[in-house]
């Protein structure tokens, strides 16, 4: 199993870059990105207070802390049956974690991304400022790309697509649904499902 420790928005950080504290977008993007590093170490914390064996890498060094991203090492943990945690984004400047998620679930050949957010899935326009968006249940890549429907970013979508790994977006706030998507159980909308993924959600 994989998970990517999204990055919480940093109220403080935004108020520096707005103010002219912080001098480029690219050193911003700095510490958004050891934040996820923090969120993994926490997440790792309790699932081995629950037993559940765990490592967290990170995209860039800091080896004291937890391992650097090593692909095929990440592949042997996943084979032993440990989680691991994939932290810090992409380690570069201008991506997403949803991006760094596409991008790990691509280079160790993952089943599919599941999109655990804060809406209940994609829906036909932004449900933060549309309360009359519907959520949709199935959607292929392009409606999401040609729809510009912004739950996931292109980067990310493109990848997935590229790489023919379906997304599963769900509600995290809602108990019960990290279960069901990680049992292949109808949660959310299903991006890019083939007839398979389709089968496992019924
Ligand atoms: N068509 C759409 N359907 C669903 N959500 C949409 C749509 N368009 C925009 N959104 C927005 O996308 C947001 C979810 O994506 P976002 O990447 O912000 O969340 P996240 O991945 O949970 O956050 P983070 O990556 O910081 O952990 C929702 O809060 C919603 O407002
Ligand atoms: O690989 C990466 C990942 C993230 N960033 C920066 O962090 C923010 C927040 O990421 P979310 O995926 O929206 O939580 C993102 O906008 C980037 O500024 C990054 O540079 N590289």
């Not at 679930?105 to 309360?131: F, M, Q, S, W």
Request: one cysteine or more.
């Amino acid at each position: 199993m994989v998970i990517f420790a999204g990055s919480t928005t940093q109220p403080e950080y935004a108020t520096a870059l707005s103010h002219g504290i912080c001098k480029s977008e690219s050193w911003f993007t700095t510490p958004l990105m050891l934040a996820t590093v923090m969120n993994a170490i926490f997440l790792q914390a309790t699932m081995e207070s629950l037993g559940i064996p765990t490592r967290v890498q990170t995209a860039f060094r800091m080896s004291e802390v937890a391992e650097p991203y090593i692909r095929r090492r990440a592949v042997r943990h996943l084979e032993k049956g440990r989680v691991v945690i994939f932290a810090a984004g992409t380690g570069n400047p201008f991506f997403t974690t949803d991006t760094a998620a596409a991008l790990r679930c691509a280079e160790i050949n993952a089943e599919v991304v599941l999109k655990a957010t804060n809406v209940d899935g994609v829906y036909d326009d932004d449900p933060r400022h549309n309360p009359n968006a519907c959520l949709l249940d199935t959607l292929t890549y392009q409606e999401v790309i040609s729809k510009e429907l912004s739950v996931m970013d292109l980067t990310a979508i493109t990848l997935c697509q590229e790489n023919n790994i379906p997304v599963v977006v769900f509600n995290l706030g809602k108990p019960g649904n990290i279960s069901k998507a990680i049992r292949g159980e109808s949660v959310g909308t299903l991006i890019g499902g083939t007839q398979n993924s389709e089968a496992a959600r019924t």
